[in-house]
């Protein structure tokens, strides 16, 4: 039985949660720990008592010590059994060791069949090595009927996520017409496919061949100092040249150009061609390329809307540990789109982008981590992560934060960090932080009070059309708080508010009208009764006057209720921009 790789130390699967906090996430780190300074029995000590928990990722490293003998006894039939329970609740890389152990007949009876089926479960959540194993079984007709045709399927499918060996069989399986046509052009394409990733069987075959020797590219420096000097035109200019010469990285980055429009117009078809030139080729632009890529076909740019070659691309980034592609394959497995929704492997995906340092992946795991989606809620962790992807300068996680210190969600209650970190989103334009900050200020929480500093906050909110903030300002100049008491603009901002839908604009210019009714009312003693009988009906206002105004919004109020404003930051409309020179670029805040 080949030794296993430790799930929880492996680059492509580490799965931990670095939150300092007395939970579950606290004592997987522990073991981890642990694990990492050899101390293999402790490990397994704490590895084991979250796995009898049903803690899915705790139960595939019990399996890997017991497959390894580290901490324990080796004994392949209690790996066996750890590797299935792991693998029924999702996680793709306990349902490839379950595989591969009834494929040898280790810890269990040898199955084909079986092993078969838990390689296709692996392979359809994008497991590469499952892909390639796939193609294998149907090749020899092992646990199937013998189909070259499918086994071709499948060493495409992983040579496409950069698999050099299924690359090779591909190759081979083109130029010998097994399971297709004989065709020198794709075994050609596969073969260089293969080579550039290393195989050197590839290079041989490109070689007898006749087709010309792989290179590899460097980014194009005058390029990018033209870029890093803001001289588009000529970085546009210094890319185009190295990109018709066939450098993957000159070509993704001439993509980005034309995405952005910034040195070229913007042409969505022209970015779009220069990407999928760069993708054939996944080292070269460190995934970058294929995200592109897959960002065009699912936001429909320059080509028609197709989920599934979206998220086959952003598999294929993967291969190089690009946080931005493993925040897209989370999300895609976290609602489902084009594949089966599995929200246990979407938060694993999630984890791998944010322990990478990604912000936009931190915040995503945070928010996941504070709806309990793919796992137990915990308030705790998503503040951790929401604090880590803030740090980073992530609006959305900024905001979020402010949200759990404003509430004590997770985190010691403060109104002074809260204050902080609306602070730092409001100061990035998030109307929704500035509403937030000028709610403090009003009330002098966490900050000094300033009925002043109150209203410029909601100004620039206001100025974003937020609504809310609209009807603040309202009701300040209702009620000469921080600006001079004046009734006529305090009708136009209660205007805005309730045009806009804002029950609290609403209420304000209904109690309005009443008063204007009761006015007439006052000097009309039929009038007079007709409004008591309205009164005795409980029809008054039920509005309050603005020094008994409570901020604490109804239902109906505009949305306000959820501090997140119900984003799904792992949602790709935020993925906006687009990598240029370096995959770096995008590794920032998108929003």
């Given at each position: 039985m080949t030794f296993k790789v430790f799930y929880a130390v492996l680059t492509t699967f580490l799965m931990i949660i670095a939150a300092p906090v007395a939970t579950s996430q606290t004592a997987y780190l522990d073991a981890l720990t642990a694990y990492n300074q050899s101390d293999y029995e402790t490990a397994y000590e704490g590895f084991i008592a979250l796995?009898?928990?049903?803690?899915?990722d705790a139960m595939l490293n019990v399996a890997?010590?017991?497959d390894n003998g580290q901490g324990v006894e080796q004994n392949t039939a209690r790996a066996a059994y750890w590797y299935k329970k792991s693998a029924r609740l999702?996680?793709?890389?306990a349902q490839y060791n379950l595989a591969d152990m009834y494929r040898v007949g280790a810890g269990v009876q040898q199955d084909y069949s079986l092993a078969l089926d838990w390689f296709e479960k692996a392979a359809r959540q994008g497991h590469v090595k499952a892909r390639n194993s796939v193609g294998q079984m149907y090749l020899q007709g092992l646990g199937a009927e013998a189909s070259q045709s499918t086994a071709l399927e499948w060493f495409e499918k992983a040579g496409d996520l950069g698999h050099a060996v299924a690359a090779y069989n591909a190759g081979l399986m083109h130029a010998k017409g097994e399971g297709t046509e004989v065709s020198q052009e794709r075994a050609v394409r596969w073969f260089r496919i293969s080579?550039?990733?290393?195989?050197?069987?590839a290079k041989d075959a490109l070689t007898r061949a006749g087709a010309a020797p792989i290179s590899r590219f460097l980014p194009s420096s005058d390029a990018t100092a033209a870029y890093a000097k803001g001289d588009y035109a000529d970085a546009a200019a210094a890319w185009l040249e190295k990109a018709n010469l066939g450098h993957p990285s000159a070509q993704n980055a001439l993509g980005a150009l034309y995405f952005e429009g910034i040195g070229v117009e913007r042409s969505y078809q022209t970015a779009l061609h220069w990407f999928q030139k760069s993708a054939e080729f996944i080292a070269e632009t460190e995934g970058a390329a294929q995200v592109n890529l897959g960002y065009m076909f699912e936001t429909a740019r320059g080509t028609p809307r197709s989920n599934a070659k979206a998220f086959q691309q952003y598999l294929r980034g993967l291969?190089?540990?690009?946080?931005?592609?493993?925040?897209?394959?989370?999300?895609?497995?976290?609602?489902?789109?084009?594949?089966?929704q599995n929200q246990a492997e979407g938060l694993r995906w999630f984890r791998q982008s944010a322990i990478g340092g990604y912000a936009n992946g931190q915040s995503a795991l945070g928010y996941a981590l504070f709806k309990g989606d793919g796992g137990p809620r915990d308030l705790n962790a998503a503040a951790y992560w929401f604090g880590e992807a803030a740090d980073q300068g992530q609006m959305f996680a900024q905001s979020s934060l402010a949200a759990m210190y404003e509430e004590g969600w997770g985190v010691t209650q403060s109104f002074a960090e809260a204050a902080k970190y609306y602070r730092m989103a409001a100061e990035q334009d998030r109307a929704y932080d500035q509403w937030r900050l000028g709610y403090l200020y009003y009330y002098g929480r966490g900050v000094p009070q300033s009925y002043t500093d109150a209203l410029t906050w909601f100004h620039k909110a206001a100025a974003q059309g937020d609504a809310q903030s609209e009807y603040e300002i309202g009701l300040m100049y209702d009620s000469g708080l921080g600006v001079?008491?004046?009734?006529d603009a305090a009708m136009e901002w209660y205007q805005k508010a309730a045009a806009k839908g804002n029950w609290w604009g609403q209420q304000a210019l209904e109690h309005y009208?009443?008063?204007?009714?009761?006015?007439?009312?006052d000097a009309n003693?039929?009038?007079?009764?007709?409004?008591?009988?309205?009164?005795?009906?409980?029809?008054?206002?039920n509005y309050k006057s603005p020094a008994y105004n409570s901020y604490q919004r109804p239902a109906q109020s505009s949305g306000y209720k959820d501090p997140f404003g119900g984003l799904n930051p792992w949602d790709s409309q935020y993925q906006t921009k687009r990598c240029i020179a370096s995959p770096v670029s995008c590794y920032q805040n998108r929003y």
């Open positions: 796995a009898q928990k049903d803690d899915p890997v010590m017991f999702g996680i793709v890389e080579a550039m990733l290393g195989n050197d069987d291969q190089t540990g690009n946080p931005q592609a493993q925040l897209m394959v989370g999300g895609f497995f976290m609602e489902g789109r084009g594949i089966d001079e008491a004046d009734q009208a009443y008063m204007e009714r009761k006015k007439v009312a003693f039929a009038a007079l009764q007709a409004f008591a009988a309205e009164l005795s009906a409980n029809r008054q206002s």
